[in-house]
């Protein structure tokens, strides 16, 4: 019987991706505006590189842009980036339809509910806020929680043990079949694959189960109840 359910963040609740990109564009547009004289797409593929290298989380990817570029900060460009990002990035921030409704009804058949997420405590709890589901979640696992990435085992333990569920009744969905699947098959969970958030056109997911809409849950959730 499944009494909790564990989710990913990016591409699971919310369009991650998306929002990155509409919001490295806006920074870009913004830098060229404020007298960056660098093609747009020039700039887009610089900003992706540093992503690549230092991870999407990194917090001054702008800064080091203009340090390879020039060798120095030239800050009137450096802050209109920044903010013309971060107004994208909050304005492009939505969760994926049915989102909240899929929750609330969740939270009503009294089932225990949770994030395992690999991004940073602040950047998680940040989204949340963004999303309005901050009251939604009994238990948010990130990255500082464990130090441990998914697929290891620690951040799904820590998040059962917290909301002291054992595996066997519990159920994660995610997007990453190499890092929620692989990890949360491997502990006993069941499993659901997030195919409307995969990025990696991934053919074969492992998963016990695929959905196309996170509302589809339900009838997940209800079926293994019955």
Known sequence: MIKAIVFDLDNTLVDFMTMKERAITSAAEAMIDAGLNIPKN?????IKSIYDERG?????????????????????????GIVAYRQSREASLVPYPHVHHTLIELA????????????PTREAWLR???????????????FEDTLERKPHPA??????????TAPQE??????????????????????????????????????????????QLLDIVKQENA
């Open 56 to 80: 999407f989380e990194y917090q001054k990817v702008f800064d080091d842009l203009l340090e390879n570029l020039f060798g120095k900060i030239d800050h009137k460009i450096l802050a209109n």
């Open 170 to 215: 519990s159920l994660m969905i995610g997007d990453w079949a190499e890092r929620d699947m692989l990890g949360a098959k491997q502990l006993g969970m069941k499993t659901v694959f997030a195919r409307y958030g995969d990025v990696f056109d991934t053919k074969e997911p492992g998963a016990d189960f695929e959905i196309t809409d996170i509302i």
């Open 108 to 119: 009503k058949k009294g089932f225990k509910l949770a994030v395992v997420t690999d991004a």
């Open 155 to 164: 951040p799904f333990m820590k998040a059962l043990n917290a909301l002291n």
């Open 42 to 46: 020039e700039i887009i593929g610089r």
């Open 128 to 142: 949340l806020c963004y999303l309005k589901l901050h009251h939604t979640f009994d238990v948010v696992m990130t």
